[in-house]
């Protein structure tokens, strides 16, 4: 399979035409809003499984907790941030260790739901039906909710103490200033490289696919992280200037603002299946286009 990176032998203008006729004939707008709807459901079992790992390297008021607990607050836009760390916040005072212990399980099964969403959704936008056993289905997507968690912390903890990380290492190996201002630029391109990592997991192991080929960037995965960070930050400047749903909806409009940011996560996730797909797809009617004419030729020679 040719890489990904070719297009599929289209041009970008190509490539972004395509996908833009799929996303409509693939009502993408409408299960982005379902997805919207699994991720609000999973999303505080999401937040109680992180915290459980957490709490495995870091205890109750640690800097380090208290540090990623307020960034988990601050990835939502607006006053949704201030549920999200009001919702953390009393979940942790209400359970003790013995609880979080036991509610890990329940946790990480509520918590795939929304994952189980964005299976789905993937399967419909590569047009395959889901085929794997419920066992095999169901495990696919705890474990990819596991490795999502998993590098969710990482890249919020480059971002967070990527600085600190970087003076650990140069004091440890006896490196200069040099290598401390070289890791403070590189921090966040690795967590971004992270998230990357994160989305092309997601592209590789969620659809049912017969064929399957790992990448470790893909442009959808490319795509889908641009795509969702230039969302979350435009709708967090319209917000920070506009915001009008506070003042409309009261304490409502947190909520509203939250399932809004989830839509666009959502959106994001699929827009990057769907450049993926079409690549894919471009890629198998060019490859058999191709062997036909080379059947053609050899029969026309053989004449």
């Known amino acids: 399979m040719p890489s990904l990176w070719r297009f599929g032998g289209l041009t970008p203008i190509g490539l972004t035409r395509l996908t833009v006729k799929k996303i409509g004939t693939d009502e993408l707008s409408t299960r982005s809003a379902a997805l919207s709807y699994y991720f609000l459901l999973a999303l505080f079992p999401m937040f109680l499984f992180l915290l459980s790992l957490i709490g495995v ?11 990623i607990i307020s960034a988990f607050g601050r990835l939502a836009p607006g006053s949704a941030s201030q549920v999200v760390h ?12 013995l609880k979080l212990a036991a509610g890990i399980l329940g946790a990480l099964w509520s918590a795939s739901g929304g994952m189980s969403a964005v ?17 095999k289905q169901k495990l ?6 596991v490795a999502l968690a998993g590098l969710i912390i990482a890249a919020l903890v480059l971002a967070l103490y990527g600085g600190k990380i970087g003076e650990a290492i ?20 690795a967590a971004f490289a992270v998230m990357l990592f994160a989305y092309s997991i997601i592209y590789y192991f969620a659809p049912n ?4 080929k790992w990448y470790w960037v893909t442009p959808g995965a490319a795509a889908g992280v641009t795509v969702w960070l230039l969302t979350s930050i435009g709708f967090r400047l319209y917000l920070h200037f506009f915001n009008s749903y506070s003042a409309t909806y009261g304490s409502l409009g947190a909520v509203i603002i939250l399932t809004l940011w989830l839509f666009m996560t ?14 894919e797809q471009t890629d198998k009617k060019r490859e058999t286009f191709e062997g036909k004419i080379r059947q053609i030729d050899q029969q026309t020679k053989a004449a």
């Open 170 to 189: 140069a004091n440890h190996a006896g490196l200069g200033g040099a290598f401390r201002i070289f890791w403070r630029v590189v921090q966040w391109p």
């Open 266 to 279: 959502g959106f994001a996730i699929l827009v990057g299946g769907e450049i993926n797909c079409v690549i």
């Open 209 to 212: 696919l017969d064929e399957r």
């Open 86 to 97: 009001s919702v953390v916040n009393q979940t942790l005072q209400a359970s003790n260790g």
């Open 140 to 145: 696919t997507v705890v474990g990819l909710t």
């Open 119 to 135: 299976v789905t959704s993937l399967n419909i936008i590569y047009r395959v039906s889901e085929t794997r056993p419920w066992w």
């Open 57 to 67: 390297i870091a205890g109750p008021g640690s800097e380090l907790r208290e540090n």
